[in-house]
DNA sequence: CGGATAGTTGAGTTATCTCAAATGCAGTGG
DNA sequence: CCACTGCATTTGAGATAACTCAACTATCCG
């Protein structure tokens, strides 16, 4: 666990070829953390907070339902899972972490989660004092605001995923996944020619989507027969968005 | 739309045979207000806040999804839920409102949302300015903090609904809402012997749960038949509930 | 009584799952 | 360089949970 005192890194703005305030240069290829309105304000004031950096591999647990967290963490690089274990092995992954997303929002507030958190990549995230934050957040009513947006839109995403999960067909929520993920990429700027980045395996979907894996990949395959996709070494293109959209029922 | 002045019943605690402060004495059979723990703080400074009373009767729009409101609603009587529409005629019902919920957290902060808020049974609903709401918030920190406890509570309930519908068996759906319905009413002190009121069709059911009515059907028949549960004229009895726990995977 | 809403039951269909096995691929160690 | 292992993907075959359509019954309410 290494430490890094104070963030020197507040050169300008976010935009463009900049680097995330967040993120000192070194750690991070891209800047992320602003494509929440909040996080301008963030990234303005957490040069004054005390942060530490942590890297995690792929596939390990970022942190468990059981654990204790005296800070917030925010993914700098990678993606990584929000989900929930059942009994008999099920599991239902709730949200796909991307760079610069908060891991929970709750934390900000609570200090346990019910959710594991695990890396799918390798992961880099950098945590926040939480009695520093929430000093930051009293102290600036704007912050509150935008901190209430954020929170209506995490919320508005767990529902979303309930709708498509209870009322859409699997064709409809694999294409759903994949629109939204460009989506959020996009925002990031990382995306290009409609390709991404998609470190996902089928066993994911399948558990975002709430199918068995072997029906995800005779989607997969089906999207691929008809000109809808590609996805060639951990990037994924999309053909033919117009028709994707069409099935996802946009 | 009947508009009262200024709530003038702010008859001590809200707890035992007294009424809830939020709701004058005829307008409402039990105090629920108070299940929640933010809601004690709440309870005692509504008394000053100007609020009016609506009734909306069974079936009826309490919200669309174009409505624009300056107030945010509780519900203080009757059977409510907040749904989405999708093309098709499809619907997920993503909560049922019970009285004393806040109608949508979401609506303290933003004025409109994308759901449809129905009535279920005839709907007492009252409603609270919401600057005024917000100032109170502001000038209480105590106050924002059990605000958080709520939505932290609220995105939990989501999520869980997420899992649900994603990775757990018709079967055990059902009865995990039945557990649920009454786990909810009894802290509202609304269930005796194991027996709630119970007004939901089974079209609601199937909504909420993502499954078709019709199977919703057989669903309740064989619960019936195993003697879990008895359904008559608008009351659900748990007749065992240690199975019924068991099918619910608790 | 008639009309609307809800519940029940049957029969057949289909979307999706489970199990099983084959293939490919990337990393590891001898 | 090869055998070996672990993971992911693909494909087949069969099972089943849940759906659709359709008809019948019950209940309520004006």
């Given at each position: 666990m290494k430490k890094t005192a104070?963030?020197?890194?507040?050169?300008?703005?976010?935009?463009?070829?900049s680097l995330c305030a967040v993120c000192p240069a070194n750690e991070l290829n891209l800047c992320h953390?602003?494509?929440?309105?909040s996080w301008e304000y963030f990234d303005r004031a957490t040069a004054l907070l005390s942060s530490s950096v942590h890297t995690v591999a792929a596939r390990?647990?970022?942190?468990?339902?059981a654990d204790w967290h005296d800070a917030v963490p925010i993914v700098c690089r990678g993606w990584a899972m929000s989900a929930v274990v059942l009994p008999g092995g099920r599991r239902q992954i709730l949200s796909f972490v991307l760079p610069?997303?908060?891991?929970?929002?709750a934390l900000l507030f609570e200090p346990t989660t019910d959710r594991s958190i695990v890396a799918i990549t390798e992961v880099s995230y950098r945590t926040f004092n939480r009695a520093e934050l929430q000093m930051l957040l009293s102290k600036r009513p704007n912050l509150l605001v935008k901190l209430s947006k954020m929170w209506i839109e995490e919320m508005a995403e767990v529902a979303q995923l309930a709708i498509d999960l209870g009322r859409r067909s699997a064709d409809e929520r694999v294409a759903r996944l994949i629109l939204k993920l460009m989506q959020r990429l996009g925002m990031r700027g990382m995306v290009r020619n409609r390709s991404m980045e998609f470190p996902l395996r089928q066993h994911h979907i399948a558990d975002a989507m709430g199918l068995s894996p072997i029906h995800v990949n005779r989607l997969l395959v089906s999207f691929r027969r008809r000109g809808l996709i590609e996805i060639d070494r951990g990037h994924l293109t999309i053909l033919n968005p117009i028709e994707l959209r069409r099935i996802a029922g946009l």
């Amino acid at each position: 666990m290494k430490k890094t005192a104070t963030n020197t890194d507040d050169s300008g703005s976010p935009q463009g070829n900049s680097l995330c305030a967040v993120c000192p240069a070194n750690e991070l290829n891209l800047c992320h953390a602003v494509i929440k309105a909040s996080w301008e304000y963030f990234d303005r004031a957490t040069a004054l907070l005390s942060s530490s950096v942590h890297t995690v591999a792929a596939r390990n647990n970022i942190s468990s339902p059981a654990d204790w967290h005296d800070a917030v963490p925010i993914v700098c690089r990678g993606w990584a899972m929000s989900a929930v274990v059942l009994p008999g092995g099920r599991r239902q992954i709730l949200s796909f972490v991307l760079p610069g997303d908060i891991i929970s929002t709750a934390l900000l507030f609570e200090p346990t989660t019910d959710r594991s958190i695990v890396a799918i990549t390798e992961v880099s995230y950098r945590t926040f004092n939480r009695a520093e934050l929430q000093m930051l957040l009293s102290k600036r009513p704007n912050l509150l605001v935008k901190l209430s947006k954020m929170w209506i839109e995490e919320m508005a995403e767990v529902a979303q995923l309930a709708i498509d999960l209870g009322r859409r067909s699997a064709d409809e929520r694999v294409a759903r996944l994949i629109l939204k993920l460009m989506q959020r990429l996009g925002m990031r700027g990382m995306v290009r020619n409609r390709s991404m980045e998609f470190p996902l395996r089928q066993h994911h979907i399948a558990d975002a989507m709430g199918l068995s894996p072997i029906h995800v990949n005779r989607l997969l395959v089906s999207f691929r027969r008809r000109g809808l996709i590609e996805i060639d070494r951990g990037h994924l293109t999309i053909l033919n968005p117009i028709e994707l959209r069409r099935i996802a029922g946009l």
